[in-house]
């Protein structure tokens, strides 16, 4: 409050902005909850009790005995997660999210049991509950959300829970929820488009089909006499078992942007949607900053190459490159990219104000990235794909005019202290260092393709050197510290950095002029030289920004 008043005060006396940058919302009590070892009581608390219910609301000759055999099947689950997936386990949404899905799938089972036992329906028999089961649910939804583990992880225990709903222990519940659950989960490792879902879903059909046709839950059907056999209900009993596959499918096609907004969780499919060039930041960057548009172009391939090649996210990668210097937008003539013929606006300016400007993009970034409502990972690579790292160019020219001054200084009888020091600090980006693999692969990339622009004569040799110093600079400056990049995926990727650029700067022969019978170049050029725009011959490097 007595800040609020005290900035009024000073906009009234012209001594403070009346605008203010925009911040990411950040809710306290969320943030205690996502972390506080009570709240992952409560979750398992709540599950056991869940379980409780649907065990003990039944008819089962032996509710106590199925209820500590699914406790024994819980305590399992938990010591599972928390071995194989410590990031989940410590983040208590992602564990509501594991459990609630399981669950979920566990209560519509009971629900389907329940009606087909009840005889209200004449076509939902006591059978016929096993063929309508969503046994791909939980491993569809897991897989997609969080990865092929987890959806490993769902299929094997929703499987072992869902086969003690019954009357008994039913070995045929079991495999059939475990066969189906891989088979959605093998289907759906890399799932870029909805289409995709269905198509699992119909082999998920297929084989709750082919399971049901082994373990008779589909017949009987009499080979001897084909004629004894109802086909009518064998048909109908087969199109509940392939369309139980297709059916899960859609609903889980349904329910996946409803649990990516309340879990803050972007799937591949989100992000190929949020691949279009359409965006209303990226038409302005092509009409006030079409230099970085392209260079932005270049990135996001050289960054998704290289993502692939290391098993990271290549579609994020390739999302996030597009938007990653769209803070460039609020002054583009001051980088070398959008720059014009003949002037460079530098040249005005004093070394620490270059820099400023230049640092200053990140932020502006980041502000009109939460304007126009990116996604969090958008925003996170944004601020971290500069790191803590050196604008190298206007410090070593900040210490170039240092240099000038004291030489001056002397001869003007200066005193020492008057003349104003140069600290690296007010050169270097705020940060923070990049803290996943595709935050580092985009600050690599950008920071590869920059100084690629630098090369006359490109030669695989040259790139090849390049890449490799550049790289080595990124460790030396320790802004890799952070991320989980191995020194091997750094290999692989200086490699791919290579390939993609040998195949985007060869060079072209010059073209002979019309009309005019030349020695094989246009007249004036150099031989081996990219045709191209001249910079203004005081820019700095392409890679200073």
């Known amino acids: 409050m007595f800040d609020f008043l005290r900035r009024t005060q000073l906009v009234k006396k012209g001594l403070a902005s009346g605008k203010k940058r925009r911040r990411r919302p950040s809710n306290e009590i969320l943030r205690n909850l996502e972390h506080a070892p009570w709240m992952k009581i409560v979750i398992f608390a709540a599950f056991i009790a869940g379980l409780a219910s649907l065990i003990f609301s039944g008819q089962q000759p032996e509710p106590t005995k199925n209820f500590v055999i699914a406790l024994l099947f819980f305590v399992t689950a938990v010591a599972q997660l928390w071995i194989n997936q410590p990031k989940t386990f410590l983040r208590n949404s992602r564990v509501f999210l594991v459990f609630g899905i399981i669950f979920f799938q566990l209560a519509i089972t009971r629900l389907l049991l329940v009606l087909c036992n009840s005889g209200l329906f004449v076509l939902l028999k006591p059978e016929t509950a096993w063929l309508i089961a969503p046994y791909a649910f939980a491993p569809l939804v897991l897989c997609v959300l969080l990865g092929r583990n987890h959806g490993l992880y769902g299929a094997v225990f929703v499987s072992l829970w869902g086969s003690i709903l019954g009357n008994k222990m039913d070995a045929p519940m079991l495999v059939n929820g475990l066969i189906s659950g891989f088979t959605a989960v093998y289907l759906t490792l890399q799932v870029r488009r909805r289409s995709r879902l ?222 104003p020091e140069v600290s690296e600090e007010n050169f270097r980006y705020s940060g923070p260092r990049p803290q996943t693999k595709e935050s580092a692969i985009i600050s690599l990339a950008d920071m590869v393709e920059s100084a690629s622009r630098s090369l006359e004569k490109p030669t695989p040799a040259k790139i090849e050197q390049l890449v490799n110093d550049l790289i080595d600079q990124r460790l030396a400056d320790h802004q890799l510290d952070e991320c989980e990049l191995t020194l091997r995926e750094l290999r692989t990727i200086a490699e791919r950095f290579r390939f993609t650029l040998m195949n985007m700067l060869h060079t072209r022969i010059a073209y002979p002029k019309e009309g005019k019978a030349t020695s094989g170049r246009a007249e004036g050029e150099r031989p081996g030289v990219i045709m191209g725009t001249k910079r203004p011959a005081s820019a700095p490097p392409v890679s200073a920004a």
């Open 198 to 419: 269905i198509r699992a879903g119909l082999c998920v059909g297929l084989a709750i089909w082919l399971l049901s046709l082994t373990f008779g839950l589909i017949g009987p059907i009499n080979l001897f006499n084909p004629g004894a056999t109802d086909w009518s209900m064998i048909g109908l009993q087969s199109a509940l078992a392939i369309g139980n596959g297709i059916v899960t499918a859609m609903l889980v096609g349904g329910a996946l942007p409803i649990l990516e907004h309340l879990f803050q969780i972007t799937t591949d499919i989100s992000w190929l949607e949020a691949s279009d060039l359409n965006h209303p930041l990226l038409r302005r960057m092509t009409i006030e900053a079409p230099g970085t548009y392209h260079h932005s172009l270049v990135v996001a391939n050289l960054a998704e190459s290289a993502a692939e090649a290391i098993g990271a996210n290549a579609t994020l990668c390739r999302v996030c490159s597009y938007f990653h210097d769209v803070g460039k937008l609020v002054k583009p003539e001051y980088f070398t990219e959008n720059m014009n013929f003949e002037r460079n606006p530098h040249d005005d300016l004093a070394p620490t104000m270059s820099a400023l400007i230049i640092i200053a993009h990140v932020k502006e970034g980041v502000d009109l990235a939460l304007k126009h409502g990116l996604n969090q990972e958008v925003i996170d690579v944004i601020q971290q794909h500069h790191g803590t790292s050196l604008v190298f160019y206007f410090y070593k020219r900040a210490l170039q005019h240092l240099e000038d001054a004291r030489a001056g200084g002397k001869i003007m009888k200066m005193r020492e202290e008057d003349i």
